[in-house]
């Protein structure tokens, strides 16, 4: 192998490698415009994803592949807990349902939980509005 087709083969890996990263970019920028599409609040962080609108009195929950919208009179309860240890928090939803009656939301970020925390408490008890 000579020294020209060696750098052909890096550029054409470079080149495949920038396309496979835009491509992902672009679908998670979809994928994000189209969950949070009509909610006034939404977050995410490491596949889950969380949605409000007070218009609506709509909540939408995102984890791994399953998507599922309640109302927000269906939410029963709300928990957060934040683990030193990773630096990463959770705030945990139970709902009123069956097959997905408990969701857990991922956070990097304490004050971004508490925030979200304090969201759901008054769009749940308050009704607040946005």
Sequence with gaps: ??????LTLIFFAGCAAIFLVL??????????????????RFYGYKNTRIA????????????????????LSDVRSW???WHNYNREGTLTLNVKD?????????????????RWY????????EKLKL
């Design 118 to 125: 304090e969201l759901v408490s008054q769009a749940v008890n």
């Design 52 to 71: 409000v609108s007070t218009a609506r009195a709509m909540i939408k929950f995102k984890a791994g592949s399953r998507i599922k919208a309640y109302a």
């Design 79 to 81: 928990e957060k807990h």
């Design 98 to 114: 069956i097959d997905n009656p408990v969701w857990t939301i991922k956070f990097g970020n304490e004050t971004e939980m508490n």
């Design 23 to 40: 491509a992902k970019t672009v679908k998670t920028r979809s994928d994000n415009a189209t969950f949070d599409y009509d909610f006034q």
């Design 1 to 6: 192998m000579t020294v020209g087709t060696f």
